[in-house]
């Protein structure tokens, strides 16, 4: 057995769904029996067979990934209850393994998976969603790229209303469908207590649940950014984050402007107040990189 | 003066790894610590506060790179990308060397996250050597191979652990980062003696030594990095340093990772063998 065909067999055990009881399963996915194809592989010794050596890495791969992808979305984990986000986080794992040399990227392809398997999230499939994305523009926010702000003298020279902005990569803009921000917050406090009292922390999570549950949809537009080194959200008005959006897009200022109030109720009056308000505090939080020289 | 050729920094002394829970004592508390080694994978980001703690963390101390998720053994090419991160990440910490496992994890792309035993073939010695030298040569800095703990051993294997890690590095020229705690565990797992390990490998390779603790269950031992370091460990550390000489050693401690003065306590106890070694070679 060459090298290749030896990893290839062991990868599919080891990553293969662990029993109800987390034992490895005694048949594999094509029907084989997994003794059977544990002995063509691995040696027993005097105290564990073969079957025995190879369970260790299927339970260790398991358990090393789900607590990895726990850690990642406690949010989602209110939403859902323990039950079925587990049920949840067993099926992408299956359906998505890894792909990257980090565990930070394990849940990179869960939004996509979710929107092409909504049952798994149960009844509340746009509740969960926007806390999947929150979640996950929370991990890219963490660590992502930031780069010089931009300083008054840059602007000395140009015209403003052509310039195209570039807004700093950690950010994320999110247009969500329920306030799963507070959610979040709140439910990573419940994680923060589990160290002190697990009978607290039992009765917090179920009353987290039950806010879960009767969470009603109120859409919510927000930005996820970093600041001082630690992540933010923060709401903003519509049109603020239509021209922030546009402004990711690449679009020069003037169209982003024009795009932002092409719908919108606020008089034509105020617009110019609003705008410079929200650059103010954009420019503020240094949400604008410098441009390319 | 170097023990060996492949260990020009005998005098590093005794490192810790450093872990997210000992960040605010080591920057506001300042302790003296020889050196940190660090897991490269947490600090191949773009920005953050790892990266900021990291900054702060190199105007203080020595740090070493020490990657989990390299692969040397996996039957595929090296992720390109991965290569990439780590060399930023060498250019930063300007690691003197760098180590990582011999083993491997990945397969046709998906990654296990775990540390996956070898068979011990020639084909797979050729394999590792080959990627070990690619990935030296790509980022320009020594590399030192760990040898894992395992639970399982192969029908296709053709020579014991200890001689298999010999001909990697003899292959591909490189140093070796000695786990003697992964010994000790792949010892009772695989019912070798330790110390006849120990007197296989070329000492004059080894550059690194891992000291750590682990899980006894009923029929096999678990390297979990949750413990102390046992006495028979202690021993095989002993005998290590007797053979390799002053050699830069580092306590891994991953779990359940109690106080930064516990883990430094615990780590210091390597001194006891350092101290009779120097004693030894001046006598």
Redesign the interface.
């Known amino acids: ?4 065909n ?3 067999r ?2 599919r055990a ?2 293969a769904p662990l029993s109800p009881t987390e034992r490895m399963r005694t048949v594999a996915a094509n029907g084989r029996s997994m003794r059977a194809i544990a002995a ?4 027993p ?4 067979d ?1 079957f ?3 369970e ?2 299927n339970r ?2 398991w358990f ?2 789900l607590s ?1 992808f726990a850690e990642d979305f406690p949010g989602l984990r209110a939403v859902l209850g323990e039950r079925r986000f587990d049920a949840l986080a067993k099926a992408y794992l299956t359906a998505c ?8 990227n394990l849940g990179s392809r869960l939004e996509v998976w979710l929107r092409k398997h909504p049952s798994w999230a149960g009844t509340r499939r746009d509740l969960a969603m926007d806390m999947v994305r929150l979640e996950w523009a929370d991990i890219e926010a ?5 780069e010089p702000a931009i300083q008054p003298e840059d602007l000395r020279s140009v015209d403003v209303s052509k310039l195209r902005l570039r807004l700093q ?2 950010i994320r803009l999110l247009a969500l469908r329920y306030p799963v921000d507070d959610l979040l917050l709140e439910a990573r406090e419940d994680g923060d207590s589990e160290a002190a009292s697990n009978a607290f922390s039992e009765a917090r999570k179920r009353k987290r649940a039950i806010v879960a549950a009767r969470l009603t949809p109120s859409p919510i537009f927000l930005v996820v950014h ?1 600041l001082d ?2 992540v933010y959200f923060r709401r903003l008005e519509c049109e603020e984050f239509l021209l922030l959006t546009a402004l990711q897009d690449g679009r020069s200022i003037g169209r982003a402007i024009e795009n932002a109030f092409r719908e919108s109720s606020v008089p034509a009056a105020e617009r110019a107040s609003h705008v410079h308000r929200w650059f103010q505090t954009w420019t503020a939080f240094g949400w604008f990189c410098r441009p390319w020289q | 003066m170097p023990a060996n050729s492949f260990n020009g920094f005998t005098d590093y002394g005794i490192g810790i790894g450093l872990r997210a829970p000992h960040y605010d004592h080591i920057l506001t508390r300042k302790p003296v610590v020889d050196w940190f080694e660090i897991i490269s ?1 947490n600090f ?9 703690i990291l900054d702060q963390i190199l105007e203080q101390y020595k740090v070493v790179q020490h990657g989990v ?2 692969y040397f ?4 090419r090296a ?1 390109r ?2 290569l990439r991160r780590l060399k930023e990440l060498v250019k930063r910490t300007r690691t003197p060397w760098l180590s990582d496992h011999l083993c ?1 994890g ?9 540390l ?1 035993p070898m ?1 011990y ?1 020639f ?2 010695a050729s ?1 590792t050597a080959q990627k070990i030298r690619e990935v030296r040569d790509y980022l320009e800095v020594p590399i030192a191979v760990e040898n894992v703990s395992s ?6 294997s053709e020579m014991t652990e200890w001689e298999f890690l010999t001909e990697v590095v003899e292959r591909a020229d490189c140093g070796i980062l000695l786990d003697v705690n992964n010994i000790y565990v792949s010892s009772q ?3 070798f003696n330790p110390h006849t390990y120990l007197a296989g490998i070329p000492a004059e390779r080894v550059a690194q030594i891992h000291i750590a603790g682990h899980s006894q269950y009923r ?2 031992v ?1 390297d979990t990095h949750d413990h102390p370091v046992i006495e028979p460990v202690w021993k095989l550390y002993a005998d290590a340093i007797h053979r390799a000489g002053r050699t830069a050693t580092l306590l891994e401690w991953d779990d359940r990772i109690p106080s930064f003065g516990e883990v430094h306590a615990e780590a210091l106890k390597a001194n006891r063998a350092l101290a009779f070694e120097s004693l030894a070679v001046a006598v």
């Not at chain 1, 063509?40 to 040696?43: L, Q």
């Not at chain 1, 963490?142 to 930031?146: C, E, I, R, T, V």
């Not at chain 2, 191949?44 to 900021?52: A, Q, V």
């Not at chain 2, 053994?73 to 595929?76: D, H, I, K, N, R």
């Open positions: 057995m060459t090298l290749l030896l990893q290839r062991m990868a080891v990553m063509s592989f691995i040696k010794n005097d105290g564990l073969s025995e050596r190879l260790i890495y260790q791969y090393r990934i990895g393994p890894s792909r990257s040399f980090t565990l930070r963490f660590d992502g790229k930031a990569p950690h970093r080194l630690s | 994978e191949m980001i773009d920005g953050g506060r790892p990266l900021r998720s390299m053994g996996s039957a595929e992720d990308e991965h491997w990945s397969v046709d792309g998906r990654y296990t996250h775990d996956l068979p073939t084909e797979a394999i639970y399982a051993e192969f029908h296709v797992n695989h019912n029929k096999y678990l």
